[in-house]
């Protein structure tokens, strides 16, 4: 269907339970199948509190979120996983190989597949190069591996998932620039036609972005593309002189 993977929020405000200000305001978006939205904003500004209410951590106090059509508060939680994956700022791993942390339960994927995922993740090197790749054993947090390479382990076990909608929160700040550049050129053939929603830090990793919102205070104050923003938008150009 047309909607399929579209992701909406309209006038989406939420607070944590007891705290006196809401960290989200009145936030409305479309997040379109095929194209990428990028959140850009200051620490603490709720990016990830927007993709967690896309996920239904929690539930908004007002306003609503649909995917495909659907208003989230409608769905289980395994439809959820099965249509939204995040890629969390903090990656986990848990105890077991590298392999049946790129599967997370997804037992049907083949090795092809995991290889496959890790070539666009930019992962293929560091695991080939482990004596039992695929097998090598990972400890319970991933001590064994680094926070860049956890970072593109992450980014693969969603790939494996093939969602509607792919969340990256942060997921390219471990990464120096040059494996940032080449993931991202690899990401789009990877994810066509799915939903992309990228948190992040770095202006470079979102130029090519359809969509940039800009969030302040658990506000939107900017929308548009990169271009559109750095001619416009006083604090855009504030955190591309960053
Ligand atoms: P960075 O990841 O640092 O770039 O920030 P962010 O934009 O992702 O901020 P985030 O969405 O994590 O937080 C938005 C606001 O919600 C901040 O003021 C946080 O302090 C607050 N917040 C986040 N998680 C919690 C929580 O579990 N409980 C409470 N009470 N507040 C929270
Ligand atoms: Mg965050």
Do not use: C
Not at 10 to 18: C, H, M, Q, R
Not at 81 to 109: E, H, K, W
Not at 181 to 206: N, Y
Request: without cysteine; hydrophobic residues 40%; aromatic residues 6%.
């Amino acid at each position: 269907t047309p909607e399929a993977g579209r992701v909406v929020f309209e006038n989406v405000t939420f607070g944590f339970p007891g705290a006196e200000k809401p960290v989200i305001k009145n936030v409305s978006f479309a997040a379109e199948p095929g194209k990428t939205t990028a959140i850009i904003g200051s620490t603490g500004a709720g990016k990830t509190v927007l993709l967690n209410l896309a996920l239904r951590l929690y539930d908004p106090q007002q306003g609503s979120i649909t995917v495909d059509g659907a208003p989230v508060s409608e769905l289980t939680r395994d439809q959820l996983a099965d249509t939204l994956s995040l890629v969390p700022q903090r990656p986990y791993m848990f105890s077991g190989t590298i392999g049946s942390n790129l599967r997370f339960g997804r037992t049907a994927a083949t090795d092809e597949e995991l290889w496959e995922a890790l070539r666009v993740a930019q992962g293929e090197d560091f695991v080939r190069e482990r004596e039992l790749g695929l097998d090598e054993p990972v400890s319970q947090g991933g001590t064994s591996v680094s926070g860049g390479q956890r970072q593109r382990l992450s980014i693969a076990r969603a790939l494996v998932s093939k969602p509607k909608v792919y969340l990256f929160d942060d997921s390219f700040s471990a990464l120096d620039v040059a494996t940032d550049a080449r993931l991202r050129a690899a990401l789009p053939s990877a994810t066509q036609g799915a939903t992309t929603i990228i948190v992040a830090q770095r202006v470079s990793t979102i130029t090519d972005a359809d969509q940039i919102l800009v969030i302040e205070g658990g506000e939107i104050v900017g929308r548009g593309t990169h271009d559109e923003l750095l001619g416009s938008n006083e604090v855009y150009q504030e955190i591309v002189r960053s």
